[in-house]
């Protein structure tokens, strides 16, 4: 009875120990950066420009800013966990058939931006990047914010706190601690997490169209949270939904583009 008492101290304690680790590195286990040197020089064209855009806490974003002649709205897009603008950059393949320009930004802890991981400082990137395109001259009724995975709790705050054309969600979770419960229990998530993002919470307050797209065999964050951040949000939307489709392939889907090309073209002037 001793031994079984002294083991199950040992267990309780090392879970402890597990648990005290991942709250302490949780920012290792959720991003995913690549950090690049200031001077790294990106493969752009003669009409798109390398932004640094600073933020109202003194930080700076690093962007790129896509631009074509005749262009009627552009998306400010928020990037998933990993990487940053060298690999990102190529969502402008994506995006500029459409014919919206491209704003594209590293968060703070990404790229060239300067700054460490925080929710807040997320959202202080982003309306940094909103104040951007609103200074640069773009209008509020030209802006789609565009979020993708991780960025998909990043661009519905911006929607629901500036005023956008539309909003573009691709696979979206409900908050990050449900996301991470899905897969690691045993950690607490709920509890220990930090980050919230909490997209779903903030669903219902959204007053724009709304298009939520999102793979049925997406292998990192269930389909099922895609389902319910749509049927939290009550103003105009629609879902679509990849068959086939995981987490990072759903732009080889024919119905991807077609889809979001669909949504714009349906948007009021």
């Given at each position: 009875?001793?031994?079984?008492?002294?083991?199950?101290?040992?267990?309780?304690?090392?879970?402890?120990?597990?648990?005290?680790?991942?709250?302490?590195?949780?920012?290792?286990?959720?991003?995913?950066?690549?950090?690049?040197?200031?001077?790294?020089?990106?493969?752009?064209?003669?009409?798109?420009?390398?932004?640094?855009?600073?933020?109202?806490?003194?930080?700076?974003?690093?962007?790129?800013?896509?631009?074509?002649?005749?262009?009627?709205?552009?998306?400010?897009?928020?990037?998933?966990?990993?990487?940053?603008?060298?690999?990102?950059?190529?969502?402008?393949?994506?995006?500029?058939?459409?014919?919206?320009?491209?704003?594209?930004?590293?968060?703070?802890?990404?790229?060239?931006?300067?700054?460490?991981?925080?929710?807040?400082?997320?959202?202080?990137?982003?309306?940094?990047?909103?104040?951007?395109?609103?200074?640069?001259?773009?209008?509020?009724?030209?802006?789609?914010?565009?979020?993708?995975?991780?960025?998909?709790?990043?661009?519905?705050?911006?929607?629901?706190?500036?005023?956008?054309?539309?909003?573009?969600?691709?696979?979206?979770?409900?908050?990050?601690p449900g996301l991470a419960a899905e897969?690691?229990?045993?950690?607490?998530?709920?509890?220990?997490?930090?980050?919230?993002?909490?997209?779903?919470?903030?669903?219902?307050?959204?007053?724009?169209?709304?298009?939520?797209?999102?793979?049925?065999?997406?292998?990192?964050?269930?389909?099922?949270?895609?389902?319910?951040?749509?049927?939290?949000?009550?103003?105009?939307?629609?879902?679509?939904?990849?068959?086939?489709?995981?987490?990072?392939?759903?732009?080889?889907?024919?119905?991807?583009?077609?889809?979001?090309?669909?949504?714009?073209?349906?948007?009021?002037?």
């Open positions: 009875m001793k031994i079984l008492k002294i083991v199950f101290a040992l267990v309780v304690c090392l879970y402890i120990a597990i648990l005290v680790i991942a709250f302490l590195f949780q920012d290792k286990l959720v991003f995913f950066p690549q950090p690049l040197a200031r001077d790294y020089r990106y493969n752009l064209s003669d009409s798109d420009k390398e932004v640094f855009i600073p933020t109202a806490d003194g930080k700076l974003v690093n962007g790129i800013l896509f631009h074509r002649a005749g262009n009627q709205n552009v998306v400010l897009y928020f990037h998933g966990n990993g990487g940053s603008l060298d690999s990102w950059q190529q969502t402008s393949e994506d995006i500029l058939p459409l014919n919206c320009d491209l704003l594209i930004i590293d968060y703070r802890g990404y790229g060239k931006s300067t700054g460490a991981f925080s929710e807040k400082g997320f959202y202080e990137d982003a309306h940094a990047a909103y104040k951007f395109l609103i200074q640069t001259g773009y209008k509020p009724d030209q802006i789609i914010a565009y979020g993708r995975s991780l960025g998909t709790g990043v661009a519905m705050q911006l929607a629901i706190a500036e005023k956008v054309k539309a909003l573009i969600l691709e696979s979206p979770y409900t908050n990050l897969s690691m229990p045993y950690l607490l998530p709920q509890l220990l997490l930090r980050y919230k993002l909490n997209t779903l919470k903030r669903a219902n307050k959204l007053q724009v169209p709304a298009l939520i797209i999102h793979g049925t065999s997406d292998e990192l964050i269930p389909v099922a949270q895609g389902q319910k951040v749509y049927n939290a949000i009550s103003s105009p939307k629609k879902l679509l939904l990849i068959n086939g489709g995981g987490h990072n392939n759903l732009s080889q889907f024919p119905e991807h583009f077609k889809g979001i090309k669909d949504f714009i073209n349906t948007l009021p002037e």
